[in-house]
Each structure stands twice: as C-alpha cells, then as structure tokens.
C-alpha cells in the first residue's frame, strides 16, 4: 500500500517562507493532497496538485512535485501567526478511494 | 450548510460503555470513512465503505463496526470501550473518482 512521509516539526519566523516536505511511495497516484488542521479543527483541504503537473500556485502557497524522485512539498511565502496549524500530505493508493497520509508537520510561526 | 457533519463533538465514557458517533454527509458522494486521530495527531484508514462494499483496515479491532442506514450516513459503533481507543475520530467522504475527501470536525473520544 501506499506509504507517505514527512517531517513533524518545523518552525520559521513570521514574514519567512515555510516549506513542509513529504515523500510517497505508490507512483501511481493520480492527485496529490495537502490539509491542514488548525487546534481543535477538523481537517480542512488546503490544496491538491494532479499528477501530470509539477507546480502549481494559489496565493501565497506554492505546491511543487517531482514525480520521478515521489516528493512534494508546500511553500507558504510570508508565513503569518494564523498559519500555525499541523499540515497533513496525502496521496491515494492505486486503484483506492482511501487517503493515505503522512503522520503531519507541526508548523510553529514565531512572531 | 455542513457538507460532512458529526455529532456528538466530543464524548466522554467510562470503560466497558458501548458507544456511537454519527456521520451524515449532504454532498451525494457514494463513499465514506472513518479515521482515528491519536494522541500524536497521526491518522489512520479505519473503514471505508462504499456501495455497500465495507474495507476494514485489519489493525482495527472488531469491537469497532460501521453501520451505515443509507448512503449519506456512516455511524461508527464501538462496544466494550477502552482507554485506548480516546482519540478524535474524523469522518470524510468522497465521490467514485476520489479526488478529494471532505471531512468533518472530528469527534473527541474520552474513555476514563
């Protein structure tokens, strides 16, 4: 099954860029997801990017995949306090509706 | 309106109680599930169930069982309740083509 990675903390000063990291391992997936989840909150679904894309923008964030080395990332540019929350990477399995995700990043933002 | 919602938001009990979290989604998707947030925030695949097709993610132990009435509903029913099983769970669904789960707000189990 598929299996999805990334580093649980990360901590940047606000006005800074913050890029979470997150490797899969099932080559096939077809959409890749990010979520985020602020204290107390259910899980809200920040952004996706398709497979045959390798970058793509929405405001201050910035999806970008390497399909070939299985590694996306999320950059948020000029990261604000309001942007302390845990991030979850996600990616579905082959021929699965189930997400599998990644343990998430805590992203601290020190004002 | 709520596209995924979950009721109670949070749910204390005592050890041994049987329990039910109700899911109701209103976004016509055929597929819904269940997922286990732990102490450390890491979630996991409990059930899926989709067209009356259940998947049982086999770590989960059999006093947990999805009942779903219809296909806008997926309840979680847990008997024999243990310490272990406090964590938030989160119902999602999606449609056929799963390109995005919605999820609910997730319900807070406390079992003291």
């Known amino acids: 099954g598929e299996d999805v990675e990334q580093s649980l903390f990360l901590s940047v000063r606000e006005g800074d860029s913050s890029v979470i990291n997150c490797t899969y391992t099932?080559?096939?997936?077809?959409?890749l997801y990010w979520y985020k989840q602020e204290p107390g909150a259910g899980l809200q679904l920040l952004t996706y990017?398709?497979?045959?894309?390798d970058m793509k923008q929405d405001q201050r964030l910035t999806v970008l995949l390497n399909k070939k080395d299985k590694h996306l990332s999320l950059r948020i540019a000029d990261t604000q306090t309001g942007d302390s929350a845990i991030y979850f990477c996600?990616?579905?399995?082959?021929?699965?509706?189930?997400?599998?995700f990644g343990k998430g990043t805590k992203l601290s933002v020190i004002p | 309106d709520t596209a995924v919602s979950q009721t109670p938001k949070y749910l204390v009990t005592q050890m041994g109680n049987d329990k039910s979290i109700k899911c109701e989604q209103n976004?016509?998707?055929?597929?819904m599930y269940w997922y286990k947030q732990d102490s450390k925030k890491f979630l996991k695949i409990m059930f899926s169930?989709?067209?009356?097709?259940?998947?049982i993610n086999e770590t989960v132990p059999n006093r947990f069982s999805p009942k779903s009435p219809d296909k806008a509903h997926l309840n979680l029913h847990i008997n024999s309740l243990e310490l272990g099983d406090s964590a938030v769970y989160f119902c999602?669904?999606?449609?056929?083509?799963?390109?995005?789960?919605?999820f609910g707000q997730g319900t807070r189990l406390t079992v003291v």
């Open positions: 999602a669904s999606s449609d056929r083509g799963g390109t995005e789960a919605f």
């Open positions: 099932d080559s096939s997936s077809t959409y």
């Open positions: 990017i398709f497979s045959n894309m």
């Open positions: 996600a990616a579905p399995g082959a021929g699965s509706y189930q997400l599998t």
């Open positions: 976004l016509g998707h055929d597929t």
């Open positions: 169930y989709n067209n009356k097709e259940l998947i």
